[in-house]
């Protein structure tokens, strides 16, 4: 059993309805790390537009707002081109036009250039920092860094929450800071969602509550796995991990990718689920391939796995197995695709996975996936807007699933 407590519930945290920001600066810890292709564009941009709630109900409030974020991970030493937040401001920057005039400064959040920027901001202006990893004492958890941060603003809101499971300077270390200065550090909107959605989903279910668990390794999925068997009625496992868990089952696997030293733990899995009389689906059926790679010779094998063969999608069973699932759950938890999603055929599994999951929220039950393949795969799908929630936080959202409590939320203002 996992010895991490529950998160506190939201509703214990102070939010920026209680601020009293007419005519202050506002410092707002976003998370802006968003994917960008080869050349820098940016590829999915739910996280900026998610933090716009907070930034405009700021603004409403007469505030000024400065905006801060990590993106990638830089060495700590100072600007770097290709870690920049340029696209990031130009985004934002199309996103509130025509609301507020939003600006950029610095080559560094504590530079020279920044601290003037912060100093001339006005309320219904937005400044946005340059990159906070730009500096080495952000991945520190620096009391000094922070401390910097912390005279930019009246007022601290953490909208990060695809990086709240972190506790890096400016999201533990400035809410303390603001604390000690008797500045407030609040829940932004965004946060508030997040922890409110998934808080609920984890402490109050809605039965059947089915949680379907996907990706590469059960190594990174096992504290969630364990901690989802104390609430779900169902786990869906699909995705590489599957593999080990056959293993383990001693069906054969052929070529696939088993995590030997992992075999004993899925077993264990196994018994729990049994013992407590909770349903673990696997796949009966996969979608093999000579090697992972677009135009490979495919096969769809029932059962054990020839050598020679790896299972790279759930096949036509299963999709049917785990969609019906699905349909008949109240609420879904979903994290990880059902195979190699990014590689054409091996799509299959994920977009049958989720278009049952978005039958189920049409037919009234709550459903929650997080991390960035998931979004991706609505995307995909066409069904973008299809769940009741879609979260902006992979490890976060793990985190959460695993149990875990976060002190970047434990750091914000008791309501
Ligand atoms: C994420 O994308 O998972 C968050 O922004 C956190 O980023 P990190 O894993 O680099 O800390
Ligand atoms: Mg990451």
């Not at 770097?80 to 996103?95: D, H, M, T």
Request: aromatic share 6%; with cysteine.
């Amino acid at each position: 059993m996992s010895e991490a407590t529950a998160m506190p519930p939201v509703a214990t945290r102070r939010t920026v309805d209680s601020l009293d920001a007419k005519g202050k600066t506002v410092f707002v810890r976003a998370d802006f790390n968003v994917p960008t292709d080869d050349a820098g564009a940016i590829t999915d941009d739910r996280r900026i537009r998610g933090a716009l709630p907070t930034i405009e109900a700021l603004l409403a409030k007469g505030a000024a707002v400065v905006v801060a974020s990590h993106f990638g991970r830089p060495a700590g030493t100072g600007y770097e081109a290709g870690e920049s937040l340029k696209p990031v401001f130009e985004r934002l920057r199309q996103l509130l036009a025509g609301k507020a005039e939003v600006l950029f400064a610095g080559q560094v959040p504590t530079d020279d250039a920044s601290a003037a920027a912060v100093r001339a901001l006005r309320p219904g202006q937005v400044l946005l920092l340059e990159n906070l990893r730009f500096e080495k004492g952000e991945k520190k958890g620096d009391a000094a860094f922070a401390g910097k941060l912390a005279a930019y603003g009246a007022a601290y809101v953490n909208d990060a929450f695809g990086a709240s499971h972190r506790a890096d300077a400016s999201m533990v270390a400035l809410p303390r800071a603001m604390h000690a200065a008797g500045k407030p550090a609040v829940a932004g909107r965004l946060l508030e969602k997040e922890l409110r959605f998934l808080g609920a989903a984890l402490e109050r279910p809605q039965r059947p509550f089915v949680a379907v668990v996907g990706g590469a390794k059960v190594s990174d999925k096992l504290a969630a796995l364990a901690n989802l068997l104390d609430r779900v009625d169902t786990i869906v496992v699909g995705g590489a991990m599957a593999y080990t868990f056959l293993r383990a089952m001693g069906v054969a696997t052929g070529n696939s990718l088993v995590e030997p030293e992992m075999v004993d733990k899925a077993r264990g899995i196994l018994h729990d689920a049994q013992a407590r009389g909770r349903t673990i689906l696997l796949p009966v059926d996969h979608v093999c391939g000579r090697r992972l790679e677009a135009g490979t010779e495919t096969s769809t094998v029932v059962g054990a796995i020839p050598d020679g063969w790896m299972g790279l999608d759930i096949g036509p069973r299963s999709q049917q197995l785990f969609a019906e699932a699905c349909r008949g759950a109240r609420q879904v938890v979903w994290n990880g695709p059902m195979g190699a999603f990014e590689t054409k055929p091996f799509d299959a599994g994920t977009l049958a996975v989720t278009r049952a999951v978005a039958e189920a929220t049409r037919a009234g039950a709550v459903t929650i996936a997080g991390g960035g393949d998931t979004a991706a795969s609505l995307d995909a799908a066409g069904l973008p807007d299809a769940l009741t929630h879609v979260s902006t936080g992979g490890g976060a959202s793990l985190e959460m699933l695993e149990g875990k409590r976060f002190e970047s939320v434990d750091a914000l203002d008791a309501a």
